[in-house]
């Protein structure tokens, strides 16, 4: 069974920046594609960013040249390196995998980020 368990959230001033965290087990290399999705309140989960096993990323449109998808192999993790943090990327965000051996898409329980001053 594939878990993931995001870290990193908290709170940050409007033009911050924080790196969010997904430790997968047993290993990443059960894994195939990788991404981050965010809910904000009243809104629908959206991707905002995805790596392939390969490294290939692809970004949402409202955090193209912020977020830096990454991933450390040798950890079996996952990071999202946030810049100039901005009011509306207040949400929980969530780690998301899709089972290499299993086909079964998998979530993490997610992480809050709030960026307000």
């Known amino acids: 069974q594939v878990q993931l368990v995001e870290s990193g959230g908290g709170l940050v001033q409007p033009g911050g920046s924080l790196r969010l965290s997904c430790v997968v087990s047993?290993?990443?290399?059960?894994?195939?594609?990788m991404g981050w999705y965010r809910q904000a309140p009243g809104k629908e989960r959206e991707l905002v960013a995805a790596?392939?096993?390969?490294?290939?990323?692809n970004y949402g449109g409202s955090v193209k040249g912020r977020f830096d998808i990454s991933r450390d192999n040798a950890k079996n993790t996952v990071y999202l390196q946030m810049f100039s943090l901005k009011p509306e990327d207040t949400a929980v965000y969530y780690c998301?995998?899709?089972?290499?051996?299993?086909?079964?898409?998998?979530w993490g329980k997610g992480t809050l980020v709030t960026v307000s001053s």
């Open positions: 790596i392939t096993r390969g490294g290939s990323t």
């Open positions: 998301n995998a899709d089972g290499r051996f299993t086909g079964v898409n998998y």
């Open positions: 047993p290993s990443i290399f059960s894994i195939n594609a």
